[in-house]
């Protein structure tokens, strides 16, 4: 079983729609999650951290579910610009190394 | 610097021949991390760096891969005799510290293609 794993997708929205990734992971003890974008093989960019009390900024709501072992990303009126890969990082504890998933596509067609 | 340079942004090896890759982090950041992303977006952790000290090594496929970090150098990843299955492109990371909710900044990348 993988440390991190996402749905490939890809998912393909309308523009305005709301679309929500999920993410699981295998080590209970992570400590430290993060939503990562990536566009077509360009650096990875961070989108946002998740706290265990959940976050929001702007149109983009993550949540960390520790019981159950994952975090989800939630995203509201989707842009055009919101078209990218987006990666589910994991920090495992004990460790000082990113764990990455996949990444979910995400197309927002017009 | 205020991002991560890596250099060169290209690269094409013929098998068995040497690749060597660099990356300037941010300055100010103790922390270097770096990274193999394979064609269907699998980054692989390979090798981390507190200074110039190794901190994790534990992705590093210790026959042909090796990593420093030098006082006032980039840092550098070299393949001995590339194989093809080293064509990824290799990111390099940068961090001012370790702990919590710490952002990692990411290089734009070397992409090295072994044919």
């Known amino acids: 079983r993988k440390e991190v794993e996402q749905d490939p997708g890809p998912f393909n929205v309308p523009e305005g729609a709301t679309v929500a990734f999920n993410c699981t992971y295998s080590?209970?003890?992570?400590?430290?999650f993060f939503w990562y974008r990536q566009d077509c093989r360009k650096e990875p960019k961070l989108l946002m951290s998740v706290y265990s009390s959940g976050n929001e900024d702007g149109r983009f709501t993550a949540q960390l579910n520790r019981a159950s072992q994952y975090i989800s990303l939630l995203i509201r009126d989707s842009k055009l610009s919101d078209s990218d890969t987006y990666l589910c990082v994991v920090n495992p504890s004990g460790t000082y190394k990113y764990i990455f998933g996949t990444g979910t596509r995400l197309k927002v067609l017009a | 610097g205020e991002e991560v340079a890596q250099t060169p942004k290209h690269l094409v090896r013929g098998e068995g021949q040497k690749a060597k890759l660099y990356c300037a982090p941010i300055?100010?950041?103790?922390?270097v991390f770096w990274y193999q992303q394979v064609l269907k977006n699998e980054f692989k952790f390979l090798i981390s760096?507190?200074?110039?000290?190794?901190?994790?090594e534990t992705g590093m496929p210790k026959e042909r891969f090796s990593a420093k970090c030098l006082p006032n150098s980039p840092c550098s990843l070299e393949i001995q005799a590339t194989k093809l299955e080293d064509s990824a492109v290799y990111f390099c990371?940068?961090?001012?510290?370790?702990?919590?909710?710490?952002?990692?900044?990411f290089g734009q990348g070397t992409r090295l293609t072994v044919v």
């Open positions: 990371a940068s961090m001012p510290r370790i702990m919590g909710d710490s952002e990692a900044f």
């Open positions: 300055k100010g950041h103790s922390y």
């Open positions: 760096f507190q200074n110039e000290n190794v901190f994790d």
């Open positions: 080590n209970s003890a992570s400590q430290s």
